[in-house]
């Protein structure tokens, strides 16, 4: 297959995981785009309740005199109105790593920046009394890229997924 081949697939997201901790890494597993994808360390990804119609994610590469950047944002709202509307909201401002689940079992992650990530996303939070929206952006020199899925295929993060 040729990185220019058609990708014939209809995907989309239908679920979100953060993390607010830990470190990413660019992969170094065989055959799965080293330098782009990622896997971490001391992250623990938590189930975010959102609807499948309300997460969305964005990239949008510009030209530098350095090379390409790469501005990646997620999207997403919630219901809010419980008692514990003020402490998800302060929650929320402490995101490091936000990791979409796509309908093919595939996970993205955005949040690293660079070899290491180096700074936090900007985060936005906005309601209406009802609904609180989320948007966090940041800023790479690279496309956001995928992250192992152990559950994906019930094989374990080290085998090289080229193999399936």
Same mark, same amino acid.
């Given at each position: 297959m040729s990185l220019l081949d058609r990708v014939i697939t209809n995907v989309h997201a239908c679920g979100i995981e953060l993390a607010f901790q830990g470190e990413a890494a660019p992969s170094h597993i065989e055959g799965w785009q080293p330098f782009y994808n990622s896997i971490f360390e001391g992250a623990t990804f938590e189930k975010a309740y959102a609807s499948m119609s309300s997460i969305f994610f964005?990239?949008? /590469?510009? /030209? /530098?005199? %350095? !090379?390409?950047?790469?501005?990646?944002?997620?999207?997403?709202?919630?219901?809010?109105? +419980?008692?514990?509307?003020?402490?998800?909201?302060?929650?929320?401002?402490?995101?490091?790593?936000?990791?979409?689940?796509?309908?093919?079992?595939? +996970?993205?992650?955005? !949040?690293?920046? +660079?070899?290491?990530?180096? %700074?936090?996303?900007?985060?936005?939070?906005s309601s209406d009394g009802q609904l609180c929206q989320v948007e966090l952006e940041t800023k790479s020199i690279a496309p956001a890229g995928f992250t192992p899925n152990i559950n994906a295929f019930g094989l374990p993060t080290i085998v090289p997924l080229s193999l399936i």
């Open positions: 964005e990239e949008q /590469s510009v /030209s /530098s005199p %350095s !090379g390409p950047l790469y501005t990646q944002k997620a999207t997403f709202r919630f219901p809010e109105n +419980d008692k514990f509307r003020a402490e998800r909201i302060a929650l929320i401002h402490q995101i490091k790593f936000v990791k979409f689940k796509f309908t093919n079992r595939l +996970d993205l992650v955005i !949040g690293r920046n +660079d070899i290491t990530t180096n %700074s936090n996303p900007t985060i936005k939070v």
